[in-house]
């Protein structure tokens, strides 16, 4: 049992990363669990597996109140209410707390644009459906923003009964009440001039109605109708006939739903899951599982009209750039890929019934999103106008009939933000990175024989330290040079070391199935050296008989995104000015850089504002030095980042990473360097019985004439769903992209 904390109500649960913990009131526990061993006596089968599907969603607002004091304490956002719901403060990782952000600005936004749309009305009303411990009532009174409105909530009894004896027993809280509350009737558990608290099961349409009307309700007045996270729960003939009755007997009204999308990619597979094994459900996912589709269930309900938009739309169209340049700035953070991936699969919606309340919709976001006009109930049903509705970029990119072959190989390797490099052919160097056994400075050789690969630890001469997010590039001479890293987002990793296999014993290390050993020898290097940095690029450019090292951009410590570009002579280890013509790609971090003709070609990345970038740019050697140029890819292809790539002669293979397009995930995209066009295609997974999340891994051509490629390692920290690693390397059939 964990710690007892004495409460005037218990239990609650909260869970982070997937696990379950107890706060519990040693005076009640007793009692509670006495009780409910006796309604599981007595109670038939399916009522008790629906009781406890019922009490593991109550789970979930426990912990979702939790998270939300978490992101409130760390400056996120002004709740002063929110920590009297809760028996202990507990502060959550950066990425559940921006989370939670994103989720409370944008019901906030939503909320504020009905209060100002109805500002005018003689009486406006706040519908909360399964509110749980939320507390928008206290705020938005203490903010005096509900002028002539009344906020009615709705959820378990049980939920009821213990948000009710929380309020009673806290003096900031019941100072926002009237002075003199009636005693709870019936299902009324706090009955005050601006607040209602309803204990009703929300499936049960006529006892909400009945409770509604007793309570006050005024189904003709301007109402907001709120559901965060609550109707997925419930099986979809329950969740649509609680639309369509809204849609009926409240003719003024505003529905606001904030929901889970994407249940097939690899994060809503892990999403899924995630909630399946806490009893949690997510009906909805299956049949309503895109916001277009979303869109048309709120249509087909009767509602006039609706916009859906996912999160990562929500936060860079709606959330001013002023406001997302001080919530990045709360905190170190270093998980760009599952901030998107988190908010590529929630969405916020809105619907609309009457003209007033059509004001208030979520309006479509300006700049990189381009939207098609509100969805009216007369417009065409048909696939390419469903299909224009996806709030993503504007981007429409060629798809290959030709899907690649994947195959896991039986080793086990793991790792994020590992760096690979290859230092002959078959033997494949793996360095930093983290895995379910932590961090640390142990380096693997993927070693390829007779009997297939097989990954060992080496002995290392040396030590590169912890480090992720670091650049592993191979030398033309052999071996090759390790750069960058990092420990954490507030600790860089330093230096530059030259790294090689030297025999084990009298056997030739380049056919032999022994790597011999690691040596690691700390550069010291002349000239001005750059910056410590991570998720930068590094590839071999020649100029004039000499290999260098050219270094781009990245992010450190201090600085979101660097635009510096730094070349070291290998032989001379000295880091030598060289002039460079031509507009120098913007800043960025998370991109790729491959060898090319003497230069390299740069693709992607996250720029200062940590939106995705699709460029492509092309560094040239000339007899002064060097020379940038722009390549105009068409089709243009989807920004992303995150991703590895690779150059088969004319063709740039870029390969995984994340973008915020709205179908499915990167597969490989192909441009043509010379023609300059572009093709993406995706890759078949079905022979991979893992979701396959291709970002923060590294890959390598297993051989220069074989049209294979090896991608290792992957995964990330899935919100608070859990932290999922790609247990084997799997290797890409090319020959369809090499046509």
Not at 168 to 188: E, K, M, Y
Not at 225 to 238: A, F, G, P, R
Not at 447 to 467: I, K
């Amino acid at each position: 049992m964990k710690d007892v904390l004495k409460c005037s109500v218990a239990p609650q649960f909260y869970h982070e990363n997937g696990h379950f913990d107890l706060i519990y009131c040693e005076i009640c526990v007793v009692f509670y669990l006495r009780i409910t061993r006796q309604l599981a006596d007595i109670m038939p089968t399916t009522n008790r597996k629906r009781q406890g599907r019922d009490t593991a969603v109550q789970g979930t607002n426990d912990s979702s109140v939790v998270s939300k004091v978490s992101a409130a304490a760390q400056g996120y956002f002004q709740d002063a209410f929110l920590q009297h719901f809760v028996c202990k403060v507990a502060r959550r990782a950066p990425l559940i707390n921006r989370g939670y952000y994103v989720r409370w600005r944008a019901v906030d936004h939503c909320v504020k644009k009905f209060l100002q749309v109805t500002e005018n009305c003689p009486k406006r009303q706040i519908l909360s459906l399964g509110a749980g411990f939320d507390s928008a009532y206290f705020r938005l009174h203490a903010e005096e923003a509900l002028d002539r409105a009344v906020v009615f909530e709705v959820d378990f009894p049980d939920v009821c009964r213990r948000k009710a004896a929380l309020i009673n027993a806290n003096i900031s809280l019941r100072g926002l009440l009237d002075p003199h509350l009636p005693s709870p009737t019936g299902p009324v558990y706090v009955h005050s001039g601006q607040y209602r608290l309803l204990g009703v099961d929300v499936r049960e349409e006529a006892q909400v109605e009945e409770a509604l009307s007793a309570a006050g309700l005024d189904w003709a007045a301007p109402t907001l109708i709120l559901s965060e996270v609550v109707l997925t729960y419930m099986e979809t003939q329950w969740s649509d006939a609680v639309i369509c009755w809204a849609t009926k007997l409240l003719p003024q009204s505003l529905f606001v739903m904030y929901e889970q999308i994407h249940p097939r990619d690899p994060f809503g597979r892990i999403m899924q899951d995630h909630f399946l094994k806490l009893n949690s459900t997510l009906h909805a996912l299956q049949q309503y599982p895109d916001t277009a589709a979303q869109r048309h269930r709120f249509l087909d309900q009767g509602w006039e009209q609706c916009v859906c938009l996912d999160m990562n739309a929500f936060y860079f169209g709606l959330v001013p750039e002023e406001e997302r340049s001080r919530v990045e700035s709360l905190e170190p953070f270093d998980e760009y890929e599952e901030w998107h991936q988190k908010c590529s699969h929630y969405f916020i919606l809105t619907a609309s019934r009457g003209s007033l309340m059509a004001e208030a919709l979520l309006p479509h976001p300006p700049g990189r999103y381009h939207f098609v006009p509100l969805v009216e109930k007369h417009f065409p049903r048909t696939p390419s106008f469903i299909a224009s509705l996806s709030p993503v970029p504007s981007i429409l990119p060629s798809w290959s009939t030709s899907a690649l072959s994947l195959r896991p190989l039986p080793v086990c390797v793991e790792g994020l933000g590992t760096a690979s490099t290859s230092l002959s052919t078959g033997r494949v160097l793996l360095t930093g990175g983290s895995s379910r056994g932590g961090r640390g400075p142990v380096s693997r050789v993927l070693l390829r024989g007779q009997g297939g690969w097989r990954c060992v630890s080496v002995e290392t001469a040396g030590d590169l330290g912890v480090r992720l997010y670091h650049t592993a590039t191979s030398l033309p001479g052999g071996g090759g040079l390790v750069f960058g890293g990092r420990s954490s987002p507030l600790k860089p990793a330093r230096g530059l070391f030259r790294v090689s296999l030297v025999p084990g014993g009298p056997q030739d290390p380049l056919h032999s199935e022994d790597p011999g050993k690691l040596c690691v020898e700390e550069m010291v290097c002349t000239g001005e050296a750059p910056l410590p940095r991570w998720r930068h690029s590094a590839a071999t450019v020649r100029h004039k008989g000499e290999d260098f090292l050219f270094v781009f951009g990245g992010k450190n410590e201090s600085q979101p995104v660097l635009s510096d570009g730094y070349f070291l002579c290998v032989e001379r280890q000295h880091w030598r000015e060289m002039p460079v013509e031509g507009a120098a790609p913007e800043a960025r971090h998370s991109h790729s850089a491959c060898s090319y003709q003497g230069g390299l070609v740069l693709f992607g990345g996250v720029d200062s504002g940590g939106v995705p970038l699709g460029d492509t740019a092309v560094l040239r050697p000339t007899d002064r030095g060097f020379c940038w140029e722009r390549i105009d890819v068409q089709p243009p292809p989807v920004p992303r980042y995150s991703h590895t790539a690779h150059v088969i002669g004319e063709r740039l293979l870029v390969v995984g990473g994340v973008w915020l397009h709205s179908d499915g995930v990167p597969g490989v995209l192909m441009i043509h360097l010379s023609t300059r066009c572009s093709v993406e295609f995706r890759m078949d997974t079905t022979a991979v019985p893992w979701p396959l999340m291709l970002h923060s891994f590294c890959s390598e051509l297993t051989n220069p004439g074989d049209p294979e490629l090896l991608l290792i390692g992957g995964g990330g920290n899935c919100f608070s769903f859990g932290t999922h690693f790609n247990l084997q390397p799997v290797t890409v059939d090319l020959r369809a992209a090499l046509r």
